[in-house]
């Protein structure tokens, strides 16, 4: 019997080992790194071409597990959830597509700082240690079937993150940059430790699914509430959505470009898909089936939640951003506009709306690193990152501000661009929940003013995209049509000189922004059919047995 257990045991070792192969291939790449720089002779060299082939390897295994993990099929594009490491974690289609999604971004990254040549040689084996274990807890964090790893994962993140906000050595800005991401960061993790001390204390499990079965079940339990608050305020944090955005504009303005880039597209990416699984769990089941107990027990309730806290946060981040005349703190409050937008969709409670968000989230990848490439490459090559240096820019570089308009165009959202596609596709799905919810009448209790909620908040996004407008478009009038310092004083303007690599980089990222544009539906397949399925409870016998009585 032990005998037969031990060779079970190994069995399922080898398979959650090969399911978790993208995270472990990370993690011996920064041991690589680490021991490479015990030697003399490469202490020295810049080590940025090791992270990067190990993360392209990484993101090689993600892609075969998506297309050749057994139980897939490719006509239904789905993969049934399956626990590994004891149902800490879990492995499904949706944790295979953000993996895809973080190994595409951290290898791009890693490109950027090769071009740019931020961190220099010296620093590159612990610059790209730290970039690579945030990445792995991201990874974690979209995999996380349990609190214990929810909490691992999102400190997993925030940990490396913390010391790559000030890793611009000698800046005092940076160094308070990063000590505030500290200090919030740490305030963040003891309140979300303590609401899952509530819950688990409060139903005797840390198991992701049966904690989201039991907390859909009536009535609803004040402890219950405030724990969930407080690993909702963790996630909040990660995701810099109001009020718990203090962190976002001082960090993006004390850290490099490239590491703000970083921090407003992983962190979003990660902290989203943890989002998804809890409160869409907490939805119970998809839109389709509305007659479940979960589902009327909870939506009435989490809809307006989250639709409330979507629309300020969009609405906060736009109109803080028209104010600023930093670029890095005017993209961080954009970033946080952005998490309001992305927030929209999964406060639809359905599986189009969470496709919807994955939609978005590739589309935001491309646009939002590219006008944080720009701004590292403007900062190398003028020393600054004010707007005001930067007028009439055009007649020095029409290069970089022809491909910064279109990215910032795209953020605002404007046809035919990715992100007008993406905007486009969130305001759908709004207008589709609410008409659903408003279709249910008297089977849902409360129903209605769910519906009423999701209409308030497709308009609230709309005009949110039109004051956008005015600081998205106050950047590309500053660098047309403003005259530079030179013009003022009758000198001659000198062009840039950006070096081809740089361009090239900025051109590819601008043409994906069009081509999804233009082109947008194989994505848009891919991300809408990214089984919501995976994040419906699947309660474990005890957890069945505790719903019908047998256990407390």
Partial sequence: MTRQLLVSLQAGLHLDLQAFMPELILCGTIVLLLFIRLFSRFDRKHLGSVALVFTLYALLVSCNQWAHTEGYDPRLTTLKPLNIFSGLLVFDNFSIFLKIFLLTFTALIILLCLITGIPDREDSADFFCLLLGATVGMSIMASANHLLMVFIGIEMASLPSYAL??????????????????????????????????LAGKFGTAYLPDLLHFMAMPPLDPMVLLGTLFILIGIGFKLAAVPFHFWCPDVFEGASAEVAAFLSVASKGAALALLARITLGLGGLSAADASALAWKNVAPYLVPALAFFAALTTTFGNLAAYRQTNLKRLLAYSTIAHAGFMMMGLATLTRDGAGAVLFYLIVYLFMN????????????????????????????????VITLGI??????????????????????????????????????????????????????????????????????????????????????????????????????????????????????????????????????????????????
């Fill in 165 to 198: 906000a000030g890793f611009l050595k000698g800046r005092r800005q940076s160094s308070e940059a990063s000590l505030k991401y500290v200090v919030y960061g740490g305030g963040a993790a003891g309140i979300m430790l303590y609401g899952i001390s509530l």
């Fill in 369 to 400: 690193l590219g006008a944080f490439a720009i701004v590292a490459y403007l900062r190398n090559l003028t020393g600054s990152e004010d707007l005001a240096s930067f007028r009439g820019l055009i007649h020095r570089s029409p290069v970089l």
């Fill in 407 to 552: 990215f910032l165009l795209s953020l605002l959202g404007i046809p035919p661009l990715g992100g007008f596609t993406a905007k486009f596709g969130i305001f759908k799905e709004l207008y589709s929940g609410a008409n659903h919810y408003a279709g249910l009448g008297s089977s849902m209790p409360g129903g209605s003013a769910v519906s009423v909620s999701l209409y308030a908040l497709l308009v609230i996004g709309g005009l949110n995209t039109v004051v956008s407008l005015f600081y998205y478009v106050k950047v590309l009038k500053v660098m047309i049509l403003e005259k530079s310092i030179e013009e003022v004083e009758g000198r001659p303007v000198e062009s840039i000189g950006v070096p081809f690599l740089a361009r090239s980089y900025v051109s590819l990222l601008a043409a994906v922004v069009i081509y999804l544009g233009l082109f947008w539906d194989p994505l848009a397949k891919a991300s809408y059919n990214v089984g919501v399925s995976n994040f419906e409870p699947t309660p474990t016998h005890d957890a069945v047995l505790a719903a019908k009585g047998g256990r407390h």
